[in-house]
């Protein structure tokens, strides 16, 4: 596979996010995408195994269910972006149905460039494909996708796994609608979204007992250890995650165990956690079935079609450009 590669100063963005988060009065943040250097996808793929987790489970179901129909709403030819691909293995059942219509082009837009490497080593084996990475942000990436589209070729946007569910509820219609500006009337947008389950559920689902979440959030600030010389004591953090249930989200926190200063070198901070203090790593916002018509409406896209799993409440929905 290709893969145009990230062009900017990652390292120096890496550290004005910190600085700025970690600043910030009032409750401390670190930005979600910088989960995923190359143990943290790895850890994600774990996580997606999971017994507790069963989204990323109910998602290839009903991809692998739904391959063929979702294939014959969509107006031919199309070309394939998937935006946050992670390994592209759910991918594989859309993939593979268009490949019997016609040669397909797919786009995976990441950040992370190991898990660019493993949708290639997944997916490259499809009859009748062409896979050419993006290493970028979602919206630059589609923006170059789009700019390289042939004519009378349609777009698919893959964003799967519910990750439109770490944005917040308004800026996540804005992210759609950003969307949309890039498409053209007549592309379509196949959106997963995690719908609303008990807070027992939830919880299990982001504190697994074999501690494997756990470990993914922590790798947050392993990360800044690593790539910015920061002095986090990881065993002085533990991974806190709670149900807002004015939000309808699960957040994860990294909660610090005692009073503490920590540095971080390339970000040129000293940092003072107070005990139970936390930083909010990342938000996983639940939808209800029905809110998707509408969110998707405010956005620009009619929902031609909905599917919900039986077995975990998520839902498929498939968006048309109007
Ligand atoms: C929750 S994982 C989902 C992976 C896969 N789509 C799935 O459903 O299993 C989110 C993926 O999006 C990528 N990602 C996160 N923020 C991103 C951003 N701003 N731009 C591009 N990729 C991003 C991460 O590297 C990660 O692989």
Redesign the pocket.
């Known amino acids: 596979m290709l893969v145009h590669a990230i062009p900017t100063n990652a390292t120096y963005e890496f550290a004005e996010d910190v600085r700025d988060g970690l600043t910030r009065p009032g409750q401390k943040e670190l930005p979600?995408?910088y989960?995923?250097d190359d143990v943290?996808?790895a850890l994600?793929e774990v996580i997606?195994r999971l017994p507790e987790y069963g989204l990323?489970r109910a998602?290839e179901r009903l991809l692998r269910r739904h391959a063929d129909e979702i294939v014959s709403r969509l107006a031919g030819p199309v070309a394939v972006a998937?935006?946050?691909?992670?390994?592209?293995?759910?991918t594989r059942w859309l993939l593979q149905a268009l490949a019997q219509r016609q040669r397909t082009f797919y786009y995976p837009?990441?950040?992370?460039r190991s898990?660019l490497a493993m949708c290639e080593r997944e997916l490259s084996d499809i009859d009748s494909i062409s896979i050419l990475g993006f290493e970028?942000?979602?919206l630059d990436?589609l923006l170059e996708v789009a700019a390289c589209r042939e004519r009378g070729q349609h777009l698919l946007v893959l964003f799967?796994?519910?990750?439109i569910g770490?944005f917040d509820r308004v800026a996540g219609v804005r992210f759609l609608a950003e969307i949309r500006r890039i498409l053209e009337p007549g592309d379509s947008l196949l959106l997963?979204t995690d719908l609303e389950k008990s807070s027992a559920q939830l919880l299990q689902a982001y504190d697994d007992e074999l501690g494997v979440t756990a470990a993914f959030n922590l790798n947050l600030l392993a990360r800044i250890n690593r790539e910015l010389g920061g002095n986090f004591t990881l065993g002085q953090f533990a991974h806190a995650p709670r149900v807002n249930h004015e939000a309808r989200s699960v957040e994860m926190h990294l909660r610090s165990k005692c009073r503490q200063t920590v540095s971080i070198a390339e970000a040129e901070l000293d940092v003072e956690f107070l005990e139970d203090e936390t930083i909010w790593t990342e938000s996983s916002h639940k939808y209800l079935a029905e809110e998707i018509f509408k969110i998707g409406l405010e956005a620009g896209f009619r929902c031609e079609a909905q599917w919900i799993d039986q077995q975990w409440p998520f839902a498929e929905n498939l968006l048309i450009a109007e």
């Open positions: 979600s995408k989960f995923y943290g996808s994600f997606s990323t998602d998937e935006l946050g691909s992670g390994s592209g293995k759910k837009v990441e950040l992370s898990a970028r942000e979602y990436g799967l796994g519910s990750t770490n997963g």
